[in-house]
């Protein structure tokens, strides 16, 4: 195989992986968005880094297209956007690998699944929620109104709706 094709390959698989990231975290944002509530306010910090990713991402081509072409002029060389997309795609390979590729597929991915026992983990909050009814037990504080035995009480879907 040629390097060319290699390269196209590799930056084809990767702007997949963007793609699934990017459709990911708008289906999240469809499923998990509560009524009544901005998309900025839940959802925030992923749209944050995703725009910061792609402003930054720009910037760099534009430099980077500045280097070329300059590059190019001082050795007498023509301009060729496929020689400029190839090394654009080098470059932003390494930095996808590097931090930001890795950073958002963070971001998303902590939102849509959890890890057993962290504190994103609903079993978490069931630990936590037994370890109070145990103290208040203990404390004689329980309330009247405390469920009994596989009835519960009714947890926020999300933490916001704690301030409402």
Do not use: C
Not at 34 to 51: A, N, P
């Amino acid at each position: 195989m040629s390097g060319g094709l290699l390269m196209a390959i590799t930056v084809g698989v990767s702007l997949a992986v963007l793609v699934f990231l990017i459709v990911t975290m708008v289906r999240s944002i469809r499923t998990g968005r509560t009524e009544h509530r901005s998309v900025w306010r839940e959802f925030g910090l992923g749209l944050v880094l995703m725009i910061l990713f792609f402003v930054t991402w720009a910037g760099q081509g534009v430099a980077q297209w500045q280097t070329y072409t300059d590059e190019q002029a001082q050795h007498g060389q023509p301009t060729e956007l496929g020689d400029f997309i190839s090394e654009f795609g080098q470059s932003t390979l390494e930095n996808w690998q590097s931090e930001f590729l890795q950073l958002f597929s963070f971001v998303v991915l902590a939102a849509l699944y959890i890890h057993k026992g962290s504190a994103e983990s609903k079993d978490s909050d069931d630990n936590v929620e037994a370890a109070l009814r145990r103290i208040e037990e203990h404390l004689g504080t329980l309330p009247e109104s405390a469920p009994d035995g596989e009835d519960r009480w009714k947890l926020p879907d999300t933490p916001l709706q704690l301030q409402d």
